[in-house]
């Protein structure tokens, strides 16, 4: 499995993501999406709208203001309720949610590190010596905290492991165990509108989307007119104050969440949860990600929210341990009952069918965008030698992608080819995001889509446009990232070919037209 530090470095090497503020020193746990980034973002986001919203009859959409009326808050339970307990580091002073101590403590520097000393030394002996010769080296830069590397004299653990599993808390930090009893804090991230702020009013920056969508409930019911079982689908940006922020995108305090509150009828709420388990696990299957890296977590009672009468996380396997990526929960008819209730609106569904009024139960399917993009960049992200140099390449579904097809000149100089490339790029652009580059030699372009992920090359060369001594045969060569095969398709074809190509069919593609030796 690739470490973090691997993806954050490619991430900001190839433009998917930046430390936010970075002339100022940075901002810590904020992260700006670049060029491919934000391509590749909006392709995770887009997919979701399509799957969840277009190719459904029981879905709409909203997009519900950020700030929303105080009261919202009392309602839902956030302001009394959304206060994690945390934790703090009686020797480093840095904070952390209790519940998360150990996914943090998991993914700290210190237990990277030290997990690859371990790796490095299988032998029981080598192990003692290894621990030793890392707590006087690596073990004081980055673990100044743990005992044992703080007082030489001090044995070193028996079992490493349940350090870097969390059995045993340590501070992520700095490795230290005085770590103080959990303590409650508020999430909230509160801000003032209105010009004056002593005269302005206090509100928060909303800590879900789904609040938006249960104070629209009888606007959307009312303007769309669907009847049970129906959902409302929304993907916006949700801020949380966290005690514990970290491993990259995974956990910021500024997020975009992908949600869906389904209303059904009481009674029917258990089958539908069930469905939308299964529709949701196997959303992240249908675009790559790999079975063995994901699975379904129950949670316990004393686990789950005031709200929620039943949760189910879809977890994937990031490389700091399982962790969450989507949350799909039972809120019972909790929110419109207390939406009614502080708001004295009725919010009811008329049952055509027993001539009564209900009040919806609500199955709520929760995923992060940002959690979803890591977890689809983890999962393509693969190393491999080709012809004695190694070749970084993610193999993202070709929906994921940020860039479908780049269009490579083999020959930079010769005008008739970068014509009919730059050409044949701009018609491309016309369906899909398709880039042009005459940068490199070829084999160095091949190179730069494959770690960026591009599913298709293609390659415009002499016999393309023809010379002197032979006529242009008007085909070009269209490669494909993960087995590097090549076919030789006529120009006035290419559309049709990339459009089954994004369908994911290569082998009837290479089977229809001749083949080409890969030239990288
Ligand atoms: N409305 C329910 C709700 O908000 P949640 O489990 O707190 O449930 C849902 O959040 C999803 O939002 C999570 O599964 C995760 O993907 C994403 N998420 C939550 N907190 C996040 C954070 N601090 N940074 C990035 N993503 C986060």
């Given amino acids: 499995m690739v470490d973090l530090d691997t993806i954050?470095?490619?991430?900001?090497?190839?433009?998917?993501?930046?430390?936010?503020?970075?002339?100022?020193?940075?901002?810590?746990?904020?992260?700006?999406?670049?060029?491919?980034?934000?391509?590749?973002?909006?392709?995770?986001?887009?997919?979701?709208?399509?799957?969840?919203?277009?190719r459904r009859d029981d879905m709409v959409g909203l997009d519900a203001a950020i700030t929303m009326h105080p009261s919202v808050w009392k309602a839902s339970g956030h302001a009394d309720h959304?206060?994690?307990?945390?934790?703090?580091?009686?020797?480093?002073?840095?904070?952390?949610?209790?519940?998360?101590?150990?996914?943090?403590?998991?993914?700290?520097?210190?237990?990277?590190?030290?997990?690859?000393?371990?790796?490095?030394?299988?032998?029981?002996?080598?192990?003692?010596?290894?621990?030793?010769?890392?707590?006087?080296?690596?073990?004081?830069r980055l673990a100044p905290g743990l005992p044992?590397?703080?007082?030489?004299?001090?044995p070193v653990p028996e079992a490493p492991e349940e350090l870097l599993e969390g059995v045993r808390p340590a501070c992520p930090a700095c490795?230290?165990?005085?770590?103080?009893?959990?303590?409650?804090?508020?999430?909230?991230?509160?801000?003032?509108?209105?010009?004056?702020?002593?005269?302005?009013?206090?509100?928060?920056?909303?800590?879900?989307?789904?609040?938006?969508?249960?104070?629209?409930?009888?606007?959307?019911?009312?303007?769309?007119?669907?009847?049970?079982?129906?959902?409302?689908?929304?993907?916006?940006?949700?801020?949380?104050?966290?005690?514990t922020p970290g491993n990259f995108t995974f956990r910021t305090r500024e997020f975009e969440q992908m949600e869906i509150e389904y209303f059904v009828k009481p009674g029917t709420d258990e089958e539908w949860h069930q469905r939308w388990i299964e529709e949701?696990?196997?959303?992240?299957?249908?675009?790559?990600?790999?079975?063995e890296n994901l699975r379904l977590r129950e949670h316990a009672k004393e686990e789950l929210a005031h709200y929620a009468k039943r949760c189910v996380d879809v977890e994937y396997l990031?490389?700091?341990?399982?962790?969450?990526?989507?949350?799909?929960?039972?809120?019972?008819?909790?929110?419109?009952r207390r939406h009614a209730e502080f708001s004295g609106r009725s919010l009811e569904y008329f049952d055509e069918g027993t001539r009564q009024k209900i009040v919806p139960y609500v199955i709520e399917p929760s995923a992060g965008a940002d959690r979803s993009a890591l977890a689809f960049l983890v999962d393509a992200y693969h190393e491999e030698e080709v012809r004695g140099e190694k070749r970084v390449v993610l193999r993202f579904h070709p929906e994921v992608a940020p860039?479908?097809?780049?269009?490579?000149?083999?020959?930079?100089?010769?005008?008739?080819?970068?014509?009919?490339?730059?050409?044949?790029?701009?018609?491309?652009?016309?369906?899909?995001?398709?880039?042009?580059?005459?940068?490199?030699a070829i084999g160095r372009l091949y190179r730069r889509q494959?770690?960026?992920?591009?599913?298709?090359?293609?390659?415009?060369?002499?016999?393309?446009?023809?010379?002197?001594?032979?006529?242009?045969?008007?085909?070009?060569?269209?490669?494909?990232?993960?087995?590097?095969?090549q076919v030789r398709v006529p120009l006035a074809e290419i559309e049709g070919v990339i459009e089954a190509l994004m369908r994911g069919s290569w082998s009837e593609t290479a089977a229809r037209y001749p083949a080409q030796e890969p030239a990288a």
């Avoid at 503020?21 to 909006?42: C, H, Q, T």
């Avoid at 230290?176 to 920056?205: D, F, H, I, Q």
């Avoid at 949701?280 to 079975?291: C, K, P, Q, V």
């Fill in 82 to 140: 959304f206060a994690d307990p945390f934790t703090g580091c009686g020797e480093c002073g840095h904070y952390y949610r209790a519940d998360q101590l150990r996914e943090a403590q998991a993914g700290s520097r210190w237990a990277q590190a030290l997990r690859k000393v371990l790796e490095g030394a299988a032998a029981r002996k080598d192990r003692a010596q290894a621990l030793r010769n890392w707590a006087r080296s690596d073990g004081k």
């Fill in 403 to 440: 860039v479908k097809v780049a269009v490579l000149p083999l020959l930079k100089k010769n005008e008739k080819i970068v014509a009919a490339a730059r050409d044949l790029a701009a018609r491309l652009r016309e369906r899909w995001y398709a880039v042009y580059d005459d940068t490199a």
């Fill in 175 to 243: 490795g230290s165990p005085r770590l103080s009893e959990p303590r409650p804090a508020s999430l909230m991230l509160k801000t003032t509108l209105g010009p004056v702020e002593a005269t302005g009013t206090v509100t928060y920056l909303r800590p879900e989307t789904a609040q938006g969508i249960f104070v629209n409930f009888e606007n959307v019911l009312q303007a769309s007119r669907k009847k049970l079982p129906f959902g409302i689908a929304q993907i916006g940006k949700a801020f949380r104050n966290e005690i």
């Fill in 450 to 485: 494959d770690e960026v992920g591009t599913p298709f090359c293609i390659t415009v060369d002499v016999q393309t446009v023809g010379d002197g001594e032979s006529p242009p045969d008007h085909r070009v060569t269209v490669r494909e990232r993960d087995s590097m095969r």
């Fill in 8 to 54: 954050v470095s490619l991430c900001k090497r190839r433009g998917f993501v930046f430390q936010s503020s970075e002339i100022y020193g940075g901002l810590g746990s904020a992260w700006d999406y670049g060029p491919l980034g934000v391509e590749f973002k909006n392709n995770v986001k887009r997919l979701w709208w399509r799957d969840m919203v277009h």
């Fill in 318 to 336: 990031f490389p700091m341990g399982w962790s969450e990526l989507e949350g799909i929960a039972n809120r019972t008819d909790y929110d419109l």
């Fill in 280 to 291: 949701r696990f196997s959303w992240y299957l249908r675009y790559g990600i790999r079975r």
């Fill in 148 to 154: 044992w590397v703080k007082d030489p004299g001090q």
